[in-house]
């Protein structure tokens, strides 16, 4: 990734409510108008039914062995569904009859002008928002058909891909455990700002469905072993690293935040019928970013080296380089895990002239970001650092040496 390029990262407009609309009038629930992308969602029936949702237990995580973004890889897309999804549900027939209760899962298609991004010759495959769709049943793994929608679905909601079905059969009073995996993509980068956001979004709504409230939920997102807020070096290929300001946003507000064994977000919720969905968005909002090795003079790169040290938290000893960064000091202002009532799609207010209180700190962050650390050491530098350090050191090494060669 170069810098300046616009870098747009997996924006899928995925399992949302498609599938409420191709249901009967009197089953519709309540759902308002909205826009997400990138997310999970509850399974839903797709008739009327006596069943009830007794519980519902979500975990969402990095994926494994995701391959980096570079741009031999980038037209496979792996590198963009970065995130899985664990969901399991215990369901009750609460009626005194066996009931077979069709589950349904909607996917929809990638955005074109998004896919066109990453072929030269405009006639970019179709792509589906998920993938890896698998489910269980009390244990036991089931087929799944992948059935195309039908012109009611595609007429009120023209961007569904395809849908997800399988059948659950209840014995009268039987309750029953439903599992589905898979993965999905998360966000992107915004244009030329370096700016980096991933926004996890979970449906609950669906779940209003079910006869009667769902009788408990916990949802819990893991942005990662390695997440916390404050500042953060991103490395990219070509010897270019972006340094940013990691933060997280959260909607709704009942969460609870978790940091051993590693950081978690958690909504634990019970007896509701579920009117607002989860939204997680975490941020890497540009500080700046860092010049080439290749580039800049003796004062230039040796500001850099500095600032990608001080990134880590370095305390310096030389008294003007500490009170360059003393002078950035963060404060309690700082951005870490913000709540507030996003409204539905992108959340421009992160990055917008509105006079809201979430842009006021978001530009007080960026001007405050150094957090120092005196147990740092060099030696906690990752590879692409310590490469990015090296190079930095070398080309001081040749410009210093050029300049004492002038001045014999």
Known sequence: MMQGERHTMCRAPAILLALLFALPAALRADDGSWTLTGQGSTVMPLQSTQVTMVSETVTIRPADGVPAW???????????YRWTADCT?????????PAEVLVGFPDTWVEDDWRWEYYEDQKAPPLHAIRGFEAWVDGRQVAVASKDPDAAMKKD?????RVFTWTVHFEPGQTREVRNTYRFGGGQDTNNTGDGLDKIDYVLRTGALWKGPIGSAEIRVYPGRDWRPGPHLKCYEGSWINLTWRHAVLAPCAYRRETAPEPCFVWSLKDFVPKEDIQVFLVDGAIEPLTSPDEGDLASLRDQRAVLLAARGM?????????????????????????????????????????????????YTLAHWYTPDPKFKESELTPC????????????????????????
């Open 70 to 80: 570079t741009p031999k890889s980038r037209a496979g897309l792996d590198w963009c």
């Open 89 to 97: 549900f215990r369901f009750k027939n609460q009626s005194e009859a």
């Open 157 to 161: 909601w023209p961007n569904i891909s």
């Open 315 to 363: 305390v310096f000893g030389d008294p003007a380089i500490r009170a360059r960064f003393e002078a950035l000091r963060t404060g309690p202002k700082a951005l870490a895990v913000t709540c507030l009532p996003i409204p539905r799609g992108e959340p421009a207010l992160l990055y917008s002239g509105d006079e809201s209180r979430l842009t006021a700190e978001y530009a």
């Open 385 to 408: 650092e310590r490469d990015y350090l090296r190079a930095i050191d070398k080309r001081i090494a040749f410009l210093e040496g050029r300049e004492k060669g002038a001045n014999k």
